[in-house]
C-alpha cells in the first residue's frame, strides 16, 4: 500500500495535468463556461424550492437552505458515481499504449470534480450570509473534516465502477439509474427523522446518508456534527475507499486485453 502511494506521488504532476484539463473541458465551447460552476446548482435549488415549498408543501423553515446545503454535495458524489465510471474507457488509448498508474484517472476525475463542488460552495455561503441565516464559525471548523471524508467515499466508488465498466459497458447505464434512486433513498430532500424506525438501520447503509447529515449539521442547524455520525461516515468511506482500491488492483491486469 505504501507503495502504490509512492507511485502515486510521483505522478502527481500527471494527476494535476489531468485535473487541470478537466477543469477547463467541463463547459469549454459553452457561452457562460465557468459560470455553468454557480448556475447549475441555482437551477436545481429553484426547481427543488419550487416543488417542495408551493407545490408540495412542507413544514421546514427556510427549507431552500435545508435542500441546498446537501444539494450541492449531493451533486459532487452523483458525478462521480454516475460519469466517474467511464474514466478508465473514455482514456483507452493513453491505458493501452503508455504506463502509469491507472489510478491516476479515477484520481483526476474526482478531484476536478471536488474542486468545482468547492467552487460552488461559495454560492451555499454566498446564499447563507446574504439571506441573513448565517452560519456558527465553531462548527464550520468541522467542515473539511466532511469535505474530505466524502472526497474519500467518492473516490473509492469510483475505483471500484471505473473498473467494473472497462468489462460490463452496460453498468454506466445503471450507474445513472442509480444515482437517480440513491438521491430519493438519501437525505437531500428530506430529513432523516422522516424515515421509520424499523428502516434505520438499513438507512444509515447508504454511505451518503450520514455524511450529508454532517452537512446539514453544520450548515444548516449550525451546530458540531454528531460524532456518532460522522464517525460513521468515516468509518463508511474508509471501507469503501479500500474496497475500491482492492477491486481495481484485481481488474486493472485486464484493461489493455478488454479495452
Not at 82 to 93: K, N
Not at 97 to 108: A, D, Q, T
Not at 231 to 255: D, T
Request: contains cysteine.
Amino acid at each position: 500500500m505504501l507503495s502504490k502511494f509512492t507511485e502515486l506521488y510521483n505522478y502527481r504532476m500527471m494527476i494535476g495535468g489531468l485535473v487541470h484539463r478537466e477543469l477547463r473541458g467541463r463547459y469549454k465551447g459553452s457561452f457562460l463556461g465557468f459560470l455553468w460552476t454557480f448556475i447549475n446548482p441555482l437551477l436545481q435549488l429553484g426547481v427543488y424550492t419550487l416543488l417542495f415549498s408551493v407545490i408540495m408543501k412542507n413544514d421546514i423553515p427556510k427549507y431552500y437552505i435545508f435542500l441546498f446545503v446537501c444539494l450541492v454535495p449531493w451533486m459532487f458524489f452523483s458525478s462521480c458515481l454516475s460519469a466517474g465510471c467511464g474514466t478508465i474507457l473514455a482514456s483507452s488509448a493513453m491505458v493501452t499504449k503508455i504506463y502509469f498508474p491507472r489510478e491516476v484517472l479515477p484520481i483526476s476525475f474526482v478531484t476536478s470534480a471536488f474542486i468545482n463542488m468547492l467552487y460552488s460552495f461559495i454560492v451555499v455561503f454566498a446564499v447563507l450570509i446574504f439571506s441573513g441565516f448565517g452560519i456558527n464559525p465553531l462548527a464550520l471548523l468541522y467542515l473539511p473534516v466532511v469535505f474530505l471524508l466524502e472526497y474519500i467515499l467518492s473516490l473509492g466508488v469510483t475505483l471500484m465502477f471505473s473498473a467494473m465498466t472497462v468489462y460490463v459497458r452496460d453498468l454506466q447505464h445503471i450507474l445513472g439509474i442509480l444515482s437517480m434512486l440513491m438521491q430519493f433513498l438519501s437525505p437531500v430532500m428530506y430529513s432523516t427523522s422522516r424515515v421509520p424506525v424499523e428502516m434505520q438501520k438499513l438507512f444509515n447503509l447508504n454511505p451518503m446518508a450520514s455524511i450529508l447529515e454532517c452537512y446539514r449539521s453544520i450548515l444548516y442547524y449550525k451546530q458540531i456534527p454528531d460524532i456518532t455520525t460522522l464517525g460513521g461516515a468515516a468509518l463508511l468511506a474508509v471501507v469503501v475507499l479500500v474496497l475500491g482500491e482492492l477491486i481495481f488492483n484485481k481488474l486493472q491486469k485486464g484493461f489493455a486485453e478488454e479495452l
